[in-house]
């Protein structure tokens, strides 16, 4: 079992950076992959970026490529998201997600949910 729980959300003006965390229990953290995924109100939730089990290997979609960073460190069992140059279309509900095995940017093969954090963007 792994719990996650989501910290960092905010209001930001257009232009500005946030830096969402997720922390993780369990002792097992290092050999999940992990993802960050959002849904805006009225959307569907999509993938935002996702990073391999020993932090070598990177994904991002590509509305965010270029503006928001994922890393991890795994001594802290903890994933990071830094948003930069933040739009008023990434305003969203921001999920972290942990799955056994390889990347996918398909939320039903993650196991494992936080709550999620609300990030707003004002214009």
């Known amino acids: 079992q792994v719990q996650l729980v989501e910290s960092g959300g905010g209001l930001v003006q257009a232009g500005g950076s946030l830096r969402l965390s997720c922390a993780a229990s369990?002792?097992?953290?290092?050999?999940?992959?992990m993802g960050w995924f959002r849904q805006a109100p009225g959307k569907e939730r999509e993938f935002v970026a996702a990073?391999?089990?020993?932090?070598?290997?990177?994904y991002y979609a590509d509305s965010v490529k270029g503006r928001f960073t994922i890393s991890r460190d795994n001594a802290k069992n903890t994933v990071y998201l830094q948003m930069s140059s933040l739009k008023p279309e990434d305003t969203a509900v921001y999920y972290c997600?942990?799955?056994?095995?390889?990347?996918?940017?398909?939320?039903?093969?993650?196991?494992?949910w936080g709550q999620g954090t609300q990030v707003t963007v004002s214009s």
């Open positions: 997600a942990a799955k056994k095995g390889v990347y996918s940017d398909y939320e039903k093969m993650y196991d494992y």
């Open positions: 369990g002792r097992t953290f290092e050999t999940y992959t």
């Open positions: 990073i391999s089990w020993g932090g070598s290997s990177t």
